[in-house]
């Protein structure tokens, strides 16, 4: 289970998302503004220095328009032998 953001599981599925936003050329105020945030709350999740909930980590995908399940492969294609 991950359990922090420091998990190598987390921060490579915040890095996809990030990679996402960029892709679309969407601004962090841009997200911000798709999901109803301020832009502050992007850059935190961006860094890791805030951890999405599952209803946020929803949003996201609503925002970017990417497959839900898309990300989820993407956890499961992670190779790791830490658990924590």
Not at 47 to 68: G, W
């Amino acid at each position: 289970m991950i359990k922090h953001i420091n998990d190598s599981r987390y921060k490579a599925l915040i890095k996809w998302l990030k990679s996402a936003r960029i892709e679309q050329g969407l601004s962090v105020r841009g997200l911000g503004e798709l999901l109803d945030k301020p832009h502050q709350f992007v850059v935190k999740v961006e860094t890791c220095e805030r951890k999405l909930n599952v209803f946020e980590y929803y949003q996201y995908y609503e925002a970017l328009k990417i497959d839900l399940s898309a990300g989820l492969q993407k956890l499961n294609k992670i190779n790791t032998n830490k658990f924590i």
